[in-house]
């Protein structure tokens, strides 16, 4: 687990410096094609540096936004915090997570923030009612594995920042920025950096799936491992994972740069009746695998 914590560090470190070098050169590009001339690659930089940090430090805030969370409360969510209450002493942690509901009737879930002191575990109003008291401790106890292993870093960080260049991306592919660069403006370092930018722009779509993918599958199957460490109960997990993939109803608050974050595949788009396998670009293993390996551990 401590291998896997590291890791996590290591690897959103490496995200939000690609993602700076990313945006800086979109951005150079941009102003290179408004013939900013030499404050293109200062407003580049400026841009990107506050973008960035504004970015990690409010990725949570983005997500929930996202997904229009509203806070849980005490008297109509008693189970939930109960239940939550519970876990956070097995897991150890100093900092109990903040409960988020939304309205969706799709049973599903996410933890996110930028660190355990500043995490957030938010469930659908339809987890709440289609699962019982153990399937729901199973679920909480995952997301809670989540952040224990700073998942939540990584997935939060991951989601605000891709969702940032694709919106970007698609913006100025709209736009009429695609034109060629006037011969002054043309010199052999802008030049070069504004071309890098324009490559970058245009595979901006594809490194953002990438990105999503880096974060995903692996971190599933250690987040079930340690709800069966919490629950001491895997049969809860497990009939909580098949009542997901059972139900057919689609999250209408997801999006393509929050899905990997839930504990199931938001949009559903395994065909009812037939079994879901993994594939290359699956942001989550199949529920048939994340179950064998649940029995594994018993």
């Not at 990725?59 to 939550?84: F, G, H, M, W």
């Not at 938010?122 to 700073?150: F, P, Q, R, S, W």
Request: proline share 3%.
């Amino acid at each position: 687990m401590f291998e896997d914590i590291r890791k996590n560090k290591i690897k959103t470190g490496i995200i939000v410096f690609f993602f700076l070098l990313l945006l800086t050169l979109i951005v150079y590009y941009v102003c290179v094609a408004f013939n900013l001339g030499s404050f293109s690659i200062i407003i580049a930089l400026i841009f990107s540096i506050i973008t960035t940090y504004v970015s990690y430090y409010n990725c949570d805030k983005v997500v929930l936004a996202s997904c229009r969370a509203r806070p849980a409360t005490k008297e109509e969510n008693q189970k939930l915090v109960n239940i939550l209450d519970s876990l956070v002493i097995s897991a150890g942690l100093d900092t109990k997570p903040k409960l988020y509901i939304v309205e969706d009737a799709q049973p599903n879930a996410f933890a996110t923030g930028r660190n355990p002191e500043h995490s957030v575990i938010c469930v659908t109003t339809g987890l709440l009612e289609k699962l019982d008291y153990y399937e729901l401790e199973g679920v909480v106890a995952h997301e809670l594995g989540h952040i224990k292993n700073y998942d939540i870093r990584l997935s939060a960080v991951v989601s605000v920042m891709v969702g940032f260049i694709v919106m970007l991306a698609d913006w100025l592919t709209r736009s009429s920025l695609y034109r060629h660069l006037d011969d002054d403006d043309d010199s052999k370092v802008g030049g070069f950096m504004a071309l890098i930018g324009l490559i970058f722009l245009v595979l901006s779509p594809i490194v953002a799936q990438l990105m999503q993918l880096a974060v995903s599958r692996r971190r599933e199957f250690l987040a079930d491992a340690t709800s069966v460490e919490l629950t001491r109960n895997p049969q809860g997990l497990i009939s909580a994972l098949q009542k997901l993939e059972e139900d057919s109803n689609q999250l209408r608050t997801a999006s393509s740069s929050t899905a990997h974050m839930f504990i199931s595949d938001p949009f559903k788009k395994n065909a009812k009746g037939k079994k879901k396998k993994s594939s290359l670009f699956s942001t989550h293993p199949s529920t048939e695998a994340r179950i064998e390996a649940i029995k594994n551990i018993q």
